[in-house]
């Protein structure tokens, strides 16, 4: 489960980044509404790659529910590519496109939280 200790360092890094973007360069750029959308994934990314982190971690306690556990992190990692994703996309270029993909995300999130409560139970 290294790789999610590897994907979950690395977004919480690239969250980072584009929050410190955001911040700097795209305040004069972005309407105050777009700007809301763009912050909203920014922090959104953050705390998914912490559960990133968190799932490698519990990968080795919860070693009865290994594959419920490799499930939740690749839902949560699926999540912040279409969630963040979606909505860095639709606040950087106003295409409304990339709208519908954001709950797909959500859904993913979602997925990958309660397979993480069923690996715990199990």
Known sequence: MKIFLLL???NAF???ALGAFGAHALKAKLTPDKLDVYQT???YHMIHAIALILIAVLSDKLTNS???VNASGWAIFIGIILFSGSLYALSLTG???FGPITPLGGVSFLVGWILLAIAAMK
Request: aromatic share 0%.
């Open 66 to 68: 290994s594959a419920l």
């Open 8 to 10: 979950g360092s690395l």
């Open 14 to 16: 690239l969250s980072v």
């Open 95 to 97: 295409l409304k496109i």
């Open 41 to 43: 994934g920014v922090h």
